[in-house]
């Protein structure tokens, strides 16, 4: 009787053991590699599925800012552009970007409407989805007030 009584301790133990492993190790692992999602991975995510601004036509059918608006638009998404990969002085080493930047532009649209038309002078310009290259070159720690922002731009 007391061998059956080990042998479930020691299932009970292997499996408890397996389950820390799993969240402990593998999990970090799988997200440090991108291979899952991390809990703030799934927010953005989120962020972006409820935020109409980042497709480059919704603007399309709204009631358009003005041409001055428009042209500082297209201002902001060479600013933004010029903000990644900052080169040094001998112009052949990329320092980093300039997040503080892309972040300080962005805090200056007034509604979705001019997030997309930003997203789209942004590809306009340099055949490039803005969205994309925000998650390619910031990190998530980065681009997360970015996304906050922009979820909560008024339509």
Do not use: C, H
């Amino acid at each position: 009787m007391a061998e059956g009584k080990r042998d479930y301790t020691k299932l009970i133990l292997g499996l408890g053991l397996g389950v820390l492993a799993y969240f402990g190790i593998i999990v970090p692992i799988l997200q440090k590699l991108g291979i899952k999602d991390s809990p703030e991975d799934e927010a953005n995510k989120q962020a972006i599925n409820n935020t109409p601004g980042w497709n480059p036509n919704y603007y399309k059918g709204k009631p358009s800012p003005g041409l001055n608006r428009i042209n500082t638009l297209i201002q902001y998404a060479k600013d933004i552009k010029n903000s990644f990969d900052v080169f040094s002085w001998t112009g052949l080493i990329p320092l980093n970007d300039d997040e503080s930047k892309i972040s300080a532009t962005i805090k200056q649209l007034k509604n979705q409407t001019e997030l997309s038309l930003l997203v789209n002078s942004f590809y306009a310009l340099y055949s490039r989805d803005l969205l994309e290259n925000l998650t390619d070159k910031l990190s998530t720690s980065e681009i997360n007030p970015i996304l906050i922002f922009a979820s909560n731009l008024p339509k």
